[in-house]
């Protein structure tokens, strides 16, 4: 099977930024993430497209096309680098602003640009258990190749919300009932291992690795209390320390 | 100032692994990462080239060598991407096996191959305050551009100490009187979060990202509760559970 003209001028649009933003469908090429899709969301996928040789996946939802090493590269030169598998997905439902929220608390991302960070900490977010995770306009695009691959595909297990810019993001969540918004920042706050309330009807927001986190009327700052000299963490990591500090405080809780 | 035909050479030889292998000297080209050299270590640095237009640091160690453009872009196409800076430097002094072990605890990467996941274990370690960090053999070079450029430096100020494979790591480490070793494993083991001893004379051993940490014999397997459906966190998320766990159970004790 080959691919056809209208898959390939798909795979052609999806090259680019510009035609991603615009398109419903999202490529991926990483091997673990294209398992993740097809495993989690077999419904949405458009095209499997498999290097000769690469094993086909146990339950492929669609006739995968086989190509040979050098048509593979060809059309994989649309995406940043290839372990042999490409797939083409329809982007999951977008969740509308009145839906309810999954969880006591929420995490959200102001404008975290870099991919690999956002896609980090979607799949960190799904490993501690989130159901969503919310962003605001001017995050990296949470279905570009790069973050679906540094996620492992999470984007397909759970919600990424994107409501508007922070000061509507804010607004809707505390209409939604979330009354505490804390403040992810390095220059002082509150410790993140001591806040009592930190997960409590609750929004933890993560800024832009440059410019941190926008500033939130009535919102509380916290830190993360660092030993070392060092001036900030990585973002991911902050988020990743924020995640399992829940994840923590709801193991104690169980037994 | 131009370059003289020596330093040329040895920016070249950088440029490759089999260079950098050899070399007492490595190569930064990180925005960040080359001032945190500059700050740290400014009696190792060796060179230090600009793009004209970009400002020179405020203490400057050695004479910069500022390049046009076109001859910034020549230079640099030695190195990954650029942020108009340059950095040659010495590596750090290497710490004998002999010496002694900073710290209660000791973290060892059991060869940690991805140089993101190193140089983001490094940066976030050294904001946790941990004063070296371990490394087997077989693990990324922790003095290769990519690894300077995600630990934002932190190389410079903390060791990395590599004294062979697992076995041999294992068995000095025990001889040194760390007398608990916990490995990491996703497939079970006793909770990071309620483990009693995890960071009394202990070794904490984060493995492979595809293979996970060698056999140890006499270890204990620990692992980090994930509620999610996810088989596993990425290594370098999974080293910032345990440290901060460590911050949060000091900063505990010293409240």
Redesign the interface.
């Known amino acids: 099977m080959q691919l056809t003209k209208r898959q390939e001028a798909l795979i052609r649009s999806l090259s680019s930024r510009h035609g991603r933003r615009g398109s419903e469908f999202c490529i991926c090429d990483g091997l673990r993430s294209s398992r993740e899709i097809l495993r989690l969301r077999p419904d949405l996928v458009e095209i499997l497209i498999l290097r000769d040789g690469v094993g086909v996946p146990e339950e492929s939802p669609v006739e995968p096309v086989i190509l040979s090493g050098q048509e593979f590269e060809r059309v994989s030169r649309t995406v940043v680098s290839s372990q042999g598998i490409i797939v083409v997905a329809r982007r999951p439902e977008t969740v509308p602003p009145e839906a309810p929220v999954s969880g006591p608390f929420v995490l959200l991302l102001d404008r975290v640009g870099d991919p ?1 960070n956002v896609g ?1 900490i979607l ?8 159901r969503e995770v919310w962003v605001t306009r001017g995050s990296a695009d949470p279905y570009s190749d790069k973050v679906l691959r540094s996620a ?1 595909g ?1 984007q397909f ?1 759970l919600s990424v919300r994107e409501h508007g810019t922070l000061d509507e993001v804010v607004a809707l969540l505390r209409a939604k009932g979330f009354r505490r918004i804390f403040r992810t920042a390095p220059g002082g706050g509150r ?1 993140v ?2 806040e009592p309330e930190l997960f409590t009807d609750s929004v933890v927001v993560l800024g832009n690795e440059g410019a941190g986190a926008g500033e939130i009327p009535g919102a509380v700052n916290v830190l ?7 001036e ?3 973002v ?2 902050a988020a ?2 924020i995640l ?2 829940h ?2 405080r ?3 809780a169980a ?1």
Chains 1, 2 share one sequence.
């Not at 799949?123 to 989130?130: D, P, S």
């Not at 993360?224 to 060092?230: V, W």
Request: aromatic content about 6%; hydrophobic content about 40%.
């Open positions: 690999g980090t799949r960190t977010a799904r490993a501690a258990g989130l492992s999470a297990a410790n291992f001591t993360i209390p660092m030993p070392g000299d060092t900030s963490l990585n991911a990591q990743t320390v399992f500090e994840v923590r709801t193991c104690a037994v």
